[in-house]
């Protein structure tokens, strides 16, 4: 029940592609990725104000009257030992009309105790081979289970999830922590370039827009070798930049991009949207720690194929990494995109999955891409843009069959 879906129920792989077409719900899975992160690492309150209000939040009932749908979340963690988990099962169940309450909360998970020394990346620390349970269930403020080392509430404010009200210490930690870390982008040239004072989040991280990337990069060009790494990958698909600093000009932060063949200066507000969004996109690719889940909406937009295939090959080294692997979901209706990322050895080397939305009664479903279509792929019977290009995928817009229409009318 959250937007535009009823349902959804998907089993994603390391790389994801989500496809269909424009207004089935694409973005609106990215919305729910962010609302997850955001209850987690804040509140139910700060997610539902920096995502409009319950009212934008919950799914519309069409042609139905009495109470308001409730929404649920649940979300199921394999192993990933290098940020502790061993496993998570996860749900919280929300209602509402302008304040949100908790009807449900429950936690089912084993996650690997903290060692001592050095953090293995910024923010990640070293986990031991000693691994602990826990067991939460919560039904509005009361806590009827609490089998976890520390404190042992035995009622929760009901607007308030005991994840993020406890996820600060102690083994509840390393869920929220996996959690909190999602991200989604969508990097926008224009707003990066009108942008340079940040947003209310700091240049600590990247805003989902792009919003303060100019103070971001700002802050990551204090390390030379993220620097020089950054700058070393823009250049494949953009040889001609030889180097960009951040500077403050006329008091205010942008970067000065040189050039290789001219020897020329220009702003940020000078280069072209390609070239921003590309930088933006491998930066998000490099945070410290990386994010344990991202989305990436259409990254194929202002970039030449061969960028966008850069990109493609970062996002899959991400995913196959023994060492905090990201799992990542790029929505895209790109036939370069899917070429990449459903070729067969893609699929061999990292696992990619696809799926599908539509617009179904009134609302979004989200399926696993045909399987024939993935099969006949996979013995290469046909490009996958070739099947996206013949409706194969089962993503092309749909005609309403509305009461008087005439069944012939295009």
């Known amino acids: 029940n959250f937007k535009s879906f009823r349902k959804i129920d998907i089993k994603p792989g390391p790389v994801n592609l989500i496809i269909g077409a424009n207004g089935t719900g694409k973005s609106n899975f990215a919305d729910a990725i962010e609302f997850l992160m955001l209850c987690v690492r804040f509140s139910l309150k700060e997610a539902k104000n920096r995502r409009g209000g319950w009212e934008m939040l919950r799914r519309k009932r069409t042609g139905e009257t009495g109470r308001v749908p409730h929404m649920k979340f649940q979300i199921a963690l394999g192993p990933d030992i290098t940020r502790g988990i061993d496993s998570v099962n996860y749900q919280f169940e929300l209602a509402g009309t302008d304040e949100v309450s908790v009807l449900e909360e429950k936690l089912t998970a084993r996650v690997h105790k903290r060692s001592a020394g050095r953090p293995i990346a910024r923010g990640i620390p070293n986990f031991s081979p000693d691994a602990e349970d826990i067991r939460i269930v919560r039904s509005g403020a009361i806590v009827s289970e609490w089998v976890a080392p520390g404190q042992n509430p035995n009622e929760i404010d009901k607007d308030t999830l005991f994840l993020s009200a406890f996820g600060q210490t102690g083994p509840i930690r390393t869920v929220a922590d996996y959690l909190a870390s999602s991200r989604v982008y969508n990097i926008d040239a224009a707003i990066v370039k009108r942008r340079t004072n940040g947003t209310d989040s700091g240049a600590d991280e990247l805003d989902r827009f792009g919003d303060n990337l100019v103070l971001y990069l700002r802050q990551v060009f204090e390390r030379a070798e993220l620097k020089e790494k950054i700058i070393r990958d823009l250049r494949t698909a953009v040889p001609y930049i030889k180097d960009i600093e951040a500077l403050v000009t006329f008091t205010m932060p942008t970067l000065e991009f040189t050039e290789a063949d001219s020897g020329f200066k220009f702003l940020v507000s000078q280069m072209s949207d390609g070239t921003i969004r590309l930088l933006g996109l491998l930066s998000a690719l490099m945070q410290e720690p990386p994010p344990a889940i991202q989305v990436v909406e259409e990254p194929e937009n202002a970039l030449h194929p061969f960028a966008a295939d850069l990109f493609l090959r ?83 817009p749909r005609q309403l069959k509305l009461p008087g229409m005439d069944a012939k009318a295009e």
């Open 314 to 396: 970062a996002v899959r080294r991400a995913g196959s990494g023994k060492s905090l692997p990201t799992q990542s979901f790029l929505t895209s209706h790109s036939p370069v995109i899917l070429d990449k990322l459903l070729a067969v050895e893609a699929m061999n080397e990292v696992g990619t999955s696809a799926f599908v939305t539509r617009r179904v009664d009134g609302g979004s479903v989200m399926e696993p891409a045909p399987p024939e279509v993935l099969h006949a792929i996979r013995e290469n019977l046909a490009r996958p843009s070739d099947f996206l290009r013949d409706g194969d995928f089962d993503d092309a």
